[in-house]
């Protein structure tokens, strides 16, 4: 069965410091997803991508954040500069785009720990 | 979007049929609902979707009254692997943008 593949599964990092997050979505979806889940809460949506843009995004996707699909099969989320309170398990999911199908695919996450 | 209600947790017993309810009283015209797993450390993994009446799949049903103003997921004969968090999620996809709420903490007892 195909799945969202996620790196790394775990880094930490120093407050302040740049994080890449990297995903590779299923081969023939069209639409991306970046969620966090900071420990012990609800699943938090940040950020949607389609057709090389931002699609939409939450109030937490501010200035810090961004997202590029550099070569048609990676999907990643840079974080410039990081916080103590960006500490969460990171989430990418894809979706195929039929109509009313809304199954997204979940990968099993990075965990991002800034020290 | 539409803001949905759930149960924080809820206990069963392996073997019991466990109905779970969603209440997305603002719900739109237009909106799905959509029911999705979630076990500890990993990823949401979708379980069912519908837009009323009922729908059921290998694992289980969906449950939509009339006015769609909730939603119940049902789980037939739960078993320990089933402890996990079930999220009841409202939108449309035309809007690519799906929120999650606070979810039921599930826990199946031996």
């Known amino acids: 069965e195909p799945e969202v593949t996620q790196t790394p599964s775990h880094q930490v990092t120093q407050m302040g410091q740049e994080v890449i997050l990297r995903c590779v979505p299923i081969?023939?979806?069209?639409?991306f997803y970046w969620y966090r889940q900071i420990l012990g809460q609800k699943v938090e949506f940040l950020v949607s991508f389609y057709n090389n843009e931002i699609s939409e995004k939450s109030e937490i996707f501010d200035d810090q954040f961004s997202v590029e699909r550099p070569d048609g099969s990676n999907f990643t989320l840079k974080i410039r500069s990081t916080k103590l309170e960006d500490s969460a398990m990171y989430f990418c999911a894809s979706r195929a785009g039929q109509a009313n199908t809304g199954e997204l695919f979940f990968g099993e996450g990075s965990r991002l720990t800034v020290l | 979007l539409a803001k949905t209600t759930q149960p924080i947790s809820m206990d069963s017993y392996e073997g019991q049929e466990v109905n779970i309810t969603c209440s997305h009283n603002?719900?739109?015209?237009?909106?799905?609902i959509t029911w999705y797993q979630q076990f500890p450390s990993q990823g949401p993994r979708f379980i069912i979707q519908g837009y009323k009446t009922k729908v059921t799949n290998e694992v289980a049903s969906l449950f939509i009254p009339a006015d769609r103003k909730s939603s119940t997921l049902s789980l037939p004969r739960v078993s320990l692997s089933d402890t996990a968090v079930y999220y009841c999620l409202v939108g449309v996809y035309n809007f690519n943008k799906f929120y999650f709420g606070s979810g039921t903490k599930l826990n199946v007892k031996p």
């Open positions: 081969s023939n979806h069209l639409y």
């Open positions: 603002n719900i739109a015209t237009n909106d799905y």
